[in-house]
Each structure stands twice: as C-alpha cells, then as structure tokens.
C-alpha cells in the first residue's frame, strides 16, 4: 500500500505528476532552498522510491518503518544529525507521512 500512496501523491515511474502533491513539495522546497530541490531531501527521496516502486522494500510500509531496513537507517542517522530527534518536515518523517497515505507536513 506505501508504494501505492507514493504513486497517488504524483512521485511516478515518468516523474512527478504536474498538480499533485509532489508538485507542491517540489515547489516549496525549491522556494525554500532559493530556487533547487536537494538531492537526498524529501522530494528527491520520494521521487527516486516513486520511479522504482521501492518505498515499501526500503522499510516505510503503511505500518511504519520496519526494524533494520534502510528506512530505520535513514531515521538514526538524520536523528543524530539533529541532536536524537527527528524533524518535523526532514527526510525520514516526509517520507513516512506520505508512504501512509498523508501529506508529508505540508497542507
């Protein structure tokens, strides 16, 4: 169901689709960080597991992150990045809200 709500919220195998919800992220961040969107950031993240369909083998499932997959990586090490929590709006939390169907902090 994860790669599923990826898809839905328009990170697909052709790109983002235009008036989705990535378009939105992709536009907020670009805005955000003067004009790109990072390789590694929530939008690029998504859109590489949305091209691959991977989102659920890396470890975001609909249930959460899985213990000792990539995603639980991803997690410990943007926690120690920032001090033992994760933020609101980074990476791992982006992806999570979306691979269970919300909308990755943004409204």
Same mark, same amino acid.
């Given at each position: ?9 328009? &990170? /697909?195998? @052709? ?6 919800? =990535? !378009?939105? %992220?992709? #536009? +907020? $961040? *670009? ?28 470890? &975001? /499932?609909? @249930? ?6 990539? =995603? !639980?990586? %991803?997690? #410990? +090490? $943007? *926690? ?28």
């Amino acid at each position: 169901m994860s790669d599923q709500n990826v898809s839905n919220a328009g &990170f /697909t195998s @052709s790109g983002i689709r235009g008036g989705s919800l =990535a !378009s939105s %992220m992709m #536009s +907020q $961040e *670009a805005k955000g960080s003067g004009g790109g969107v990072r390789s590694g950031g929530p939008t690029g993240t998504l859109q590489a597991m949305g091209a691959r369909g991977s989102t659920h083998s890396s470890g &975001f /499932t609909s @249930s959460g992150i899985s213990s000792g997959s990539k =995603a !639980s990586q %991803m997690m #410990s +090490q $943007e *926690a120690r990045s920032h001090g033992g929590g994760i933020p609101r709006g980074g990476t791992t939390s982006t992806v999570q809200s979306v691979s269970m169907g919300g909308k990755g902090g943004k409204r």
